[in-house]
T-cell receptor, first 117, second 110 residues
Framework: DTEVTQTPKHLVMGMTNKKSLKCEQHMGHRAMYWYKQKAKKPPELMFV???????INESVPSRFSPECPNSSLLNLHLHALQPEDSALYLC????????????????FGSGTRLTVV | GEDVEQSLFLSVREGDSSVINCTYT??????LYWYKQEPGAGLQLLTY?????DMKQDQRLTVLLNKKDKHLSLRIADTQTGDSAIYFC??????????FGTGTRLQVFP
């Protein structure tokens, strides 16, 4: 299995809703990432988990709450989002946070397209 | 700083070669990458180059690296309509995270 699987593919939520995005990989990667991508822009890093511990939070608002239940799963819990949070949310994994600087790079999922109404 | 710049748009005829350019600022990057993103999809790693290399060829793809000028290019030979997508270069920026370029939209017409 050489994929990163994200669910759901599409999500529409109201500003008072609570929802979660899910990401799964079975490549034995020990680093997992959440990126946010707005239309016609490059992905922007949100969070990095390394060996199931949060290692980087790029000053993301607290209405986004990441969780890494085990080495294969990464969740992003959403609460009280704003319309400007509408974007494509991408999950990625790599062998090791300290080995991202290798020819492995990241493996990306197909993303969840989130619309906040 | 960590700025990675690309031209926004490139249009080529099917069968011609495409050259997508990228300039970066962090000289400590060890690997540089090219990713492809089709509409509504995630990012697909196309190829990479190690910073002590000048050139790497992988089937229709050729990557050229000018480390002195911090310039990276991706050449796609015999461009096909299926190559139409957004192409991002990325560098490791000397840290643990990838810094993406602004992206180049490649349009291939018959």
């Amino acid at each position: 299995d050489t994929e990163v699987t994200q669910t759901p593919k599409h999500l529409v939520m109201g500003m008072t809703n609570k929802k979660s995005l899910k990401c799964e990989q079975h490549m034995g990667h020990r680093a997992m990432y959440w990126y946010k991508q707005k239309a016609k822009k490059p992905p922007e890093l949100m969070f990095v988990y390394s060996y199931e511990k949060l290692s980087i939070n790029e000053s993301v608002p607290s209405r986004f709450s990441p969780e890494c239940p085990n080495s294969s799963l990464l969740n992003l819990h959403l609460h009280a989002l704003q319309p400007e949070d509408s974007a494509l949310y991408l999950c990625a994994s790599s062998q090791d946070r300290h080995r991202v600087n290798t020819n492995y790079g990241y493996t990306f999922g197909s993303g969840t397209r989130l619309t906040v109404v | 700083g960590e700025d990675v710049e690309q031209s926004l748009f490139l249009s080529v005829r099917e069968g011609d070669s495409s050259v997508i350019n990228c300039t970066y600022t962090d000289s400590s990057s060890t690997y540089l990458y090219w990713y492809k993103q089709e509409p509504g999809a995630g990012l697909q790693l196309l190829t990479y180059i190690f910073s002590n290399m000048d050139m790497k060829q992988d089937q229709r793809l050729t990557v050229l690296l000018n480390k002195k000028d911090k310039h990276l290019s991706l050449r796609i030979a015999d461009t096909q309509t299926g190559d139409s997508a957004i192409y991002f270069c990325a560098e490791s920026g000397g840290t643990d995270k990838l810094i993406f370029g602004t992206g180049t939209r490649l349009q291939v017409f018959p």
